[in-house]
């Protein structure tokens, strides 16, 4: 049983450094079986503001109940020169779809295409091969259509620390007119 907050500040770390994906705190708290729960947030907390005091080139990122290291924005020209790697780029359908499941969950196929127009299942097939969105059971209507949901790898593409960061629908209003989301049935 760990009792210090310096020793699961440099077990954290490490951990997080070497994480390929965001690390649950409640996986924290079974792995390293800290005092308390409150000995692990203060912890984190710690962890937190000590790189924003220090001004690194990263920081810890909340993500829902999930933890990574992330680095600061300035820092991405160099970032992706160093990976040589493409920015992810998403299409248009791609995004539109995102952004009414996002506004929307759990929405279903058939009120995404009421929103949009046309046909989202290539679109809602490739966003869920990309664990952008989740399949969140069945609605309880009619054909039982699946219900769809962003997921925490959405929140972590868009760095997003929840689905509360994401702006508010209205202030879009005045950009594009067009934007405006029908209600649908229930809403």
Do not use: H
Request: aromatic share 6%; charged share 25%; proline share 5%.
């Amino acid at each position: 049983m760990i009792k210090e907050v310096s020793q699961l500040k440099d077990i954290i770390e490490s951990i997080l450094l070497v994480a390929e994906e965001p690390v649950a705190c409640r996986d924290l708290l079974e792995l390293l079986e800290p005092e308390s729960e409150e000995l692990l947030a203060a912890a984190v907390t710690e962890l937190e503001s000590e790189y924003r005091l220090r001004n690194r080139g990263f920081f810890v990122q909340r993500i829902g109940d999930c933890l990574r290291l992330i680095t600061k924005a300035d820092n991405a020209v160099w970032i992706r020169r160093f990976k040589a790697g493409k920015p992810v780029r998403f299409s248009r359908a791609a995004l539109e779809t995102l952004a009414i499941i996002a506004y929307r969950q759990p929405i279903t196929r058939p009120e995404i295409e009421a929103i949009r127009g046309v046909d989202a299942s290539g679109v809602l097939r490739l966003l869920l091969t990309k664990e952008l969105i989740a399949i969140k059971g069945r609605k309880e209507v009619p054909g039982s259509p699946w219900m769809y949901v962003t997921t925490d790898k959405f929140l972590q593409v868009f760095n997003l620390a929840s689905l509360s960061s994401l702006p508010d629908i209205n202030s879009f209003g005045d950009l594009y007119p067009s934007l405006e989301l029908p209600l649908l049935d229930g809403q």
